[in-house]
């Protein structure tokens, strides 16, 4: 005699409901990652917006005394030095402003994306995939016009210190030539060093950013999110039968 069989409870959730999928070490790397670049982002986005906003007075409370006795020409020199970095930087504010603001939105992205996706959410991949698809824009056009205002800033700054060496040194003294030739040309090289590792870091975040989608897209990724989409839908749908 067989016994008959009970149906099933509506209220227990089904033995697939009560596992969750195991999360994978390379989603969750892409997932740290993401967060870090995008906390690093909100951070140096809220410190650019307070440097915009206060740039000028931040400058002046920032800028060394001049000592007694310096030599006018000095003076007239590092003053106009001061002058000219600070026309530079008044004429890309409103691009800057730009920039700034759009990072907070892709920094915002990468952040809440990460944190998501870490969960294993459906909604945390997709935001993800777009937050990398929005930084490599991003990151090309930021770096762009990096470079571009750097390269005048570049030029500013060495006729700057070619001018305070020649002040600096006695009319007529012997090597001030010189001097004044080797301070304009190491502050370019300090410039465009500081152009290549921007460079360099931009490069290894698009090449970041371009191996996440690559893995997010992956067919077993999209499967493990399937799967976990199917897995909390399901407790809802036995539940409403």
Known sequence: MTMPTLPPDPYEPPAAAATHPRRPTGLAVVCVIAIILGGLGLAGSLVGIVGLTAGSSMQRAFTLPLQPGMDRRVIDAQLAMQRNIQ???DRYWGYNLAFVLACLFVAGGLLAGGIITLGIKP??????????AVAVVFEVLRAVFHVFMQIEMAAVMSDSMSRIMEATSPAGAPGADQAATIAAVATQVGVFVGIAFTCVYVL????FYAVGIHYLRRPNVQRLFGQTEATTSAPGAAFSA
């Open 87 to 89: 026309a530079v930087a």
């Open 123 to 132: 909604a945390g991949r997709r935001l993800l995939i777009g937050a990398f």
């Open 204 to 207: 290894a975040k698009l090449i």
